[in-house]
């Protein structure tokens, strides 16, 4: 079982920065990608950046650019740098985990909301 706690959602003005951190403990151990998804009132769910255990990286395009995905395996954290904030990134965001133990397995963080203010 994993365990993952976010932080650093808030409130900023267009144009600002944040950084969501994601915490992950217990089987650590089994650890392989991690990512960031979100999701907007009434619209479904998204990939918002992505890295695998090689540390390749994948982005929304509408991201591109502006955010950042970065881990820590010994901290077991990963990140995600917000920069040059848009009002169309308001949403919750949610880490997912995958692991690999007889299969395959994902885990989601509580989310957390960043609101962007015009």
């Known amino acids: 079982q994993v365990q993952l706690v976010e932080s650093g959602g808030g409130l900023v003005q267009a144009g600002g920065a944040l950084r969501l951190s994601c915490a992950a403990s217990?089987?650590?151990?089994?650890?392989?990608?991690m990512g960031w998804y979100r999701q907007a009132p009434g619209k479904q769910r998204e990939l918002v950046a992505a890295v695998s255990n090689g540390g390749n990286t994948n982005y929304a395009d509408s991201v591109k650019g502006r955010f950042t995905i970065s881990r820590d395996n010994a901290k077991n954290t990963v990140y995600l740098q917000m920069d040059s904030l848009k009002p169309e990134d308001t949403a919750v965001y949610y880490c997912?985990?995958?692991?690999?133990?007889?299969?395959?397995?994902?885990?989601w963080g509580q989310g957390t909301q960043v609101t962007v203010s015009s």
């Open positions: 217990g089987s650590t151990f089994s650890i392989n990608a």
């Open positions: 997912n985990v995958e692991t690999r133990t007889f299969g395959t397995r994902y885990y």
